[in-house]
């Protein structure tokens, strides 16, 4: 068996007038991740661990943000298209584990959707999927609001 380790990591800018997207679940709140997707953050992040752990290379790599075919997507969407590449290779996953960085809004309420999402779109066990929130304690663009990061790490196995 082989096994493979991928990380990702993401950031967007916090903007008025855009809704905030995160794991597929929009959070009601008063600003949203600027972007040429729906600028889910957490989603980027995990797409490009597991694209990274295949040796498939990133998201901007596959989707473009030049390309107007991808202008509005639903990262699920695309997450759905990263899965289909990682089969192809011959892998499935093993576990992800995800850390969300916002100072606000806090995700805590939102995490069993967010990994129930995650979960159908992978058709992996929601027991393999890990989501935490952490705030900068106001440091840096994340603690003055400015932005949204993410990482995630996973294991594929082939």
Avoid: W
Avoid at 34 to 59: E, W
Avoid at 107 to 123: G, Q, R
């Amino acid at each position: 068996m082989e096994n493979r380790v991928g990380i990702g990591f993401d950031v967007h800018q916090l903007v008025e007038g855009r809704p905030l997207i995160l794991g597929g679940v929009e959070i009601p709140f008063e600003k949203g991740l600027l972007g040429h997707s729906d600028a889910d953050v957490l989603v980027h992040a995990l797409m490009d661990a597991l694209l990274g752990a295949a040796a498939l290379g990133d998201i901007g790599q596959h989707f473009p943000d030049t390309d107007e075919t991808y202008r509005g997507a639903r990262s699920m969407d695309l997450l759905t298209q990263v899965k289909k590449l990682i089969e192809i290779q011959g892998y499935s996953i093993g576990n992800i584990d995800m850390t969300l960085m916002a100072q606000r809004p806090k995700i805590k309420s939102f995490i069993d959707d967010m990994i129930t999402n995650i979960a159908n779109v992978l058709a992996v066990e929601a027991s393999r999927i890990n989501i935490k929130g952490t705030t900068t304690e106001k440091l840096g663009f994340v603690g003055r609001e400015e932005g949204i990061a993410a990482q995630a790490i996973c294991l594929l196995c082939r």
